[in-house]
């Protein structure tokens, strides 16, 4: 069982940046592979970025490339989500999965979820 626990959302302005955190239990962590989804209102949950287990492949979407970077720090178990230059399109709550192998941009592949955490960006 593998649990996920985000943190770091919150209001900023247009232009500016949040770093987002997701906090991973077990002793395997090193081995999951890592995605960052988000979800605005009335929308699918869509894809962000993914990370290997490794950290050495790296995917963003197509919307958030120059502007987002996804990281791991396999020793905190933790996985990190940088946004700079956030729009107001940004507005969504995110969440981190893992499904324990692999990484997909398919959100209905993923077992384990986190809670989310709101990011708001005012314009």
């Known amino acids: 069982q593998v649990q996920l626990v985000e943190s770091g959302g919150g209001l900023v302005q247009a232009g500016g940046s949040l770093r987002l955190s997701c906090a991973a239990s077990g002793r395997t962590f090193s081995s999951y592979g890592m995605g960052w989804f988000r979800q605005a209102p009335g929308k699918e949950r869509e894809f962000v970025a993914l990370i290997s287990s490794s950290g050495g492949s790296t995917y963003y979407t197509d919307s958030v490339k120059g502007r987002f970077t996804i990281s791991r720090d396999n020793a905190k178990n933790t996985v990190y989500l940088q946004m700079n230059s956030l729009k107001p399109e940004d507005t969504a709550v995110y969440y981190c999965?893992?499904?324990?192998?692999?990484?997909?941009?398919?959100?209905?592949?993923?077992?384990?979820w986190g809670q989310g955490t709101q990011v708001t960006v005012s314009s």
């Open positions: 999965a893992t499904r324990g192998w692999g990484i997909s941009a398919n959100p209905r592949s993923y077992d384990y």
